[in-house]
């Protein structure tokens, strides 16, 4: 039976996911601190109020390619064999960094809105506060999505056995003081794994056994 072209495409969605997130980040630039006055971080939200409520709009775009990225993850480690609670364990990593990104783009369209009134300026350097430190439930999860992943693929496969090695790292780490590059590197854990199980799909065009089965040495 052959797979649809749906079916095939799917795992790209972590590449768009990952794309969208970096390019909303990269565009919004350096952002007051959160110990910046509220007169300064007032003045800087009402000049770029626009481009901060769209790039929070945006962001919300990425959300469901990553909810579905997610789903795709869990087929696959499934299909490798594993008994399901790992692959399930990286699904709940998923959803809870859709969750956590969400949770970005919410508080930042209320910071950039209320700074619309000069009245508000309290209100948004509060927001400011809250927007400077609401990254935790996104960092969380993507850390649980590449270690239950990465334990997945070394204990059945599905993937490389490296790669589910790297995963690990990239998932301790995150929990360290590298958590941020560990943050980072775990975007381009789920481009690689994208990639790779698009790839596989297009070369099976049908219903396969798992991408790499794990390598014995």
Sequence with gaps: MQQSRWERLAP??????VAIIVAVFAIGGSTPDEHDSAAKVWAYYSRHHDKHITLAFILAIALPFLVFFASTLRHELRRAGGTGQLSTAAF??????AAGFGLLATVHIALSSAAEKTVTQGTVQTLNVLDSNDF???AAGVALLVL???VSVVRHGGLPTWLGWVAIVLGIAAFTPAGFIAFLAGGVWIIVVSILFTIARHSAGGPRPAVAERVTT
């Design 136 to 138: 935790v439930p996104a």
């Design 148 to 150: 239950a992943a990465g």
């Design 12 to 17: 790209l969605t972590g590449v768009v996911a």
């Design 92 to 97: 709940g990593g998923g959803v809870l960094a």
